[in-house]
């Protein structure tokens, strides 16, 4: 009687075993990538990239128990590294577009968003609060990530109480480089252009607001067609306040 039928054997295995641990540590890495570094984590869509090395693990186990001839092994490993190269290099493009497309009004990224864009280092978005107050109110979120010619938006809004809209209004006072209403001719200079405030509700600021410009610039040959923008807009009639930061 062979004791050893069906037992398992790595030496004709070698090569998809190989390719299993490859493909293994390219799972952890790209898995921990697209769910660590992504503002909305892919944690389902993310297990695809497990894909490969389960292929090879198959391969290699029925190898290891003689169900696969050792040739035949090594043509099916070649076959799966050129076709799943190709799949998982699809995948990862189309869930790195989507990352890079995707906007995030979800309250509870706020956090998320800041650390990953670099707060407060990032002085695009330093006047922004590191994390929403415990007494704000009627929270709009809205974040939109830099993706081809589309510029980086930030927009955050609240209502809150008087004496906090109060120390804003004392702590901007004093860093602002320019104070005044959204129709001052100086507002348009300053790169606050028509529509800025559209995506926390505004089509036009109503006048109750006064915008405390924290930092613009223009680049390019064209006025306005490339730069950035930081501002905050407060209105004590409403106890409401708005943080925007753009990047286009």
Known sequence: MDINKGSFSLRNAIFPAIMTIISFLLFIGVYLYVTITAIEPYYLVGLVFAIPFIC???VTYFTGIGQLKAVNSIIITIFLIIVLSIAMFIAFIFISI????????DIAKYERVMKHRGYPENLLISHFPEEIPDNA????????PAFGMGGENFNLKFETDSES???YIHHFSQVAKWIGKADASEAEE?????????GIGYEELPEDFTIYLIDSRSDGP???NHGMLSLVAISKEKNEIIFIAENW
């Open 165 to 167: 809209i109060n120390n």
């Open 98 to 105: 989507d990352a890079a497309t995707t906007e995030t009004t």
């Open 56 to 58: 090879f693990g198959v």
């Open 190 to 198: 300053n790169g606050i252009l028509s529509g800025i405030f559209s």
């Open 222 to 224: 064209v006025k306005w």
């Open 137 to 144: 109110r009627n929270i709009v979120f809205r974040y939109n």
